[in-house]
């Protein structure tokens, strides 16, 4: 199958497409630093410009984040497109920095552990370690029908196991492969590192970090990745689960109390009857966000990780508290598409 070009304006970087790989997959096998985050035209993370060539769009992009509109001005998600041509993007490329190689792994598993009745942690071995980014995700092979699902690391890269946050869902394919299928002693096969969601290098600026479910793994990452390397900025972690059965992050707050200079958690459970007893804000974790957040805010990052409509509600919150959008950051944990 013959190759197309993918060039882009201002850089001598070059990536080779063929006619049945999507354009940022192909950046992303070859090396190019485009941005990107989902991959499934749900985030907008890889929009472009096309300023020449011509291409085939596959349905399903979200017309929420990409629409008539935007085709209309010349713009692509590459994520969502096919070359059938030799192309020109204009994109701004990321730093190629650290930029570690994707791999596909076979690892063993090496534990299954319940976190209430939604959340399974699961820890898998590789064979030799995985150079990846505190917040980066990897696709999982389920092996009953062959679907990829992802997942973010829970687990910081020198760590010699790779943890995953896996919540439960009624027919899920993965929460099915993993609570029926996947034992402790099975093969799981991986692929990664993908996404760009991590901390800046900014350690002096403090940092907030906002999470629903298992949108805390990044955030694990990121954070146990901060302790490894002794970093000194303020960290304010708010976290969102509908009942304390779910709260399953406590540990780690602890721990990071303990381990980070200055720390705060604040856990917020909006399905949780006051009667419990359960020390945490009862109510949504943005109404939390915005009643605790104070002078943190000045010269703060934020980084939101979790449903899409947390996320919104917390990017309106963080904006009007006086955040500067650019320094907001975020990944939405989307429903996978069947």
């Known amino acids: 199958m013959s190759a197309f070009s993918v060039s882009f304006m201002g850089s001598d970087v070059v990536a080779s497409c063929d006619a049945s790989t999507t354009i940022l997959d192909a950046c992303i096998s070859t090396g190019a630093p485009v941005p990107y985050n989902c991959r499934s035209g749900e985030c907008g993370e890889c ?8 291409i085939e769009e596959i349905p399903g992009a979200d017309p929420a984040i990409f629409n008539d509109v935007d085709r209309q001005q010349g713009d692509i998600l590459t ?22 190689a994707i791999e596909t792994i076979n690892t063993l598993v090496e534990g ?42 829970a687990s910081a890269p020198d760590s010699e ?5 896996i919540r439960l869902h009624p027919d899920g394919i993965a929460s099915n492969f993993v609570s029926d299928v996947l034992r402790v002693g099975d093969f799981l096969e991986i692929t990664g590192p993908f996404g760009h969601f991590k901390i800046s290098d900014n350690a002096h600026r403090p940092a907030i970090f906002v999470a629903g479910g298992t949108g805390f793994a990044p955030i694990r990452s990121i954070l146990d990745a901060a ?14 689960a509908r009942t304390s059965d779910s709260l399953y992050c406590t540990d780690d707050a602890d721990r990071w109390r303990s381990t980070l200079p200055d720390f705060k958690f604040f856990p917020a459970l909006s399905d949780e009857p006051i009667e419990t007893g359960v020390d945490a ?19 703060a990052e934020a980084y939101l990780c979790g449903p899409p409509p947390m996320i919104d509600a917390a990017i309106d919150v963080l904006l009007t508290k006086g955040i500067e959008k650019e320094d907001i950051f975020y990944d939405k944990f989307l ?3 069947r």
């Open 227 to 240: 302790v490894s390397r002794k970093d000194t900025r303020p960290v304010r972690l708010f976290y969102g």
């Open 47 to 54: 929009r472009a410009r096309l300023m020449s060539g011509s």
């Open 79 to 100: 994520c969502m497109c096919f070359p059938r041509s030799n192309l020109e993007l204009d994109v701004p490329l990321k730093s190629n920095k650290n930029v570690a």
């Open 281 to 299: 804000f009862r109510g949504n974790v943005t109404d939390l966000l915005d009643s605790e957040l104070g002078s943190e805010v000045f010269g």
């Open 112 to 153: 299954i552990t319940w976190h209430g009745r939604e959340i399974l942690e699961v820890a898998v071995l590789p064979p030799s370690p995985i150079s990846f980014q505190p917040g980066q995700y990897f696709d999982w092979t389920i092996r009953t029908n062959g679907v990829k699902r992802s997942f973010s690391a």
């Open 335 to 337: 429903p996978a598409k």
């Open 161 to 165: 196991m790779l943890w995953f946050h």
